[in-house]
């Protein structure tokens, strides 16, 4: 079939709901079969290590204040979902999926579109995503609804070269330390991180790294079975990101993984040439507001 040919079908408008407990399991395993069919066939990674850690993802989301789903389904059988992050006071979106069998008939357009009237009537006046930027066709979709890139991103892996330290103090984040990083986040980013703070911190807590008293930087973790992501992450500067990698590679054995922005050149560098390497690079993509970051910073799975 040609491109024209198939993306002329489309599909008749399907009714928008939000998952219930029965569908949480096949829109888990829709969400894994999605993302490995496509990063298959460009010879990635897939994002999602195993079908179980897909399925826990979909449940942790339906399950967790601050995610609102949309599916759309058919025979009872979910075809598309979405999710719509409204931890914070900018909406993210994501993990969005089409049964590889139903793809390009619109279904992704039908889920995004309710994702975006729903963040228009709760007045996000900015909506974000992360997006591989090898998937030419999550791209078109994103830039024909609106959304414009303003950032790349490098997703790495590995860990920092032995002899790595950090060079300032670093110790874990306390509930009392939320209300200096969300003066942090302001500062740097323009907008706070609490939401997502608090959801990683019921499982890790996150590391923080202070001068003369003040948090200059903190960067959360969250450990599945086969590595440790980090991020969120915001700092002053690119040096005390480093010392907070640096940091988090001495409270975990194992691998790391994270997404460094392009307009982070010196932390990206120090990484690719001190013992990471790239999976593959992303673009951060905003529909509506968007300030350029006045500091370093690392973002979360979703902005
Ligand atoms: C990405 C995904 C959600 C899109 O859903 P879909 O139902 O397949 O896509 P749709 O048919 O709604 O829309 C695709 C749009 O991209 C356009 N498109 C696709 N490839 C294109 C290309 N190479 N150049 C220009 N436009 C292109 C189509 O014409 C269509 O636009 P239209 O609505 O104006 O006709 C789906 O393919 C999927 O689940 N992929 C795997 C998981 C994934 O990648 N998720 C997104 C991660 S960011």
């Known amino acids: 079939m040609t491109r024209s040919a198939r993306f002329r079908k489309t599909a008749q408008s399907p009714n928008i709901a939000s ?18 069919d496509i990063a298959t066939r460009h010879n990635f990674e897939p994002p999602f290590e195993s079908p179980e850690f897909a399925r826990f993802l979909v449940r942790f989301l339906n399950s967790s204040e601050g995610f609102t789903s949309f599916v759309a389904s058919e025979g009872g059988q979910p075809v ?19 049964s590889v069998a139903h ?4 279904l992704g357009r039908v889920v995004m579109e309710a994702l975006l ?19 030419l066709v999550s791209f078109s979709l994103y830039s024909a609804l609106g959304f414009e890139v303003k950032d790349g991103m490098a997703l790495v892996r590995g ?22 990083l969300d003066g942090l986040s302001m500062e740097v980013l323009g907008f706070r991180r609490r939401g997502d703070i608090e959801s990683v911190m019921a499982w890790t807590r996150p590391l923080l790294v202070e001068r003369d008293g003040r948090p200059t930087g903190f960067v959360c973790r969250f450990a599945t079975p086969d590595s440790t992501f980090l991020g969120p ?34 932390l990206l560098r120090w990484a690719l040439q001190g013992g990471f390497s790239l999976v593959e690079l992303d673009t951060l993509m905003v529909r509506g507001a968007y300030e350029a970051p006045a500091g370093a910073y690392m973002p979360s799975a979703w902005y």
């Open 159 to 180: 860990r920092p070269r032995p002899g790595e330290h950090p060079a300032g103090v670093i110790r874990e984040c306390e509930p009392s330390d939320l209300d200096a």
């Open 80 to 98: 598309a979902v979405n999710f719509l992050d409204e931890r914070n006071e900018i909406a993210g979106v994501g993990p969005v999926a089409v």
């Open 19 to 36: 998952l219930t407990l029965d569908q949480l399991e096949a829109a888990g395993t829709l969400v894994y079969e999605a993302f490995l």
């Open 103 to 106: 793809q390009g008939r619109r």
């Open 233 to 266: 992450a915001v700092a002053r500067d690119e040096e005390t990101l480093r010392d907070l990698i640096a940091g988090a590679a001495m409270s975990t054995p194992g691998e790391l993984r994270f997404l460094l922005p392009v307009s982070c050149p010196w």
């Open 117 to 135: 009237e729903r963040a228009e009537r709760f007045g996000y006046e900015s909506v974000r995503l992360l997006q591989a930027a090898y998937n």
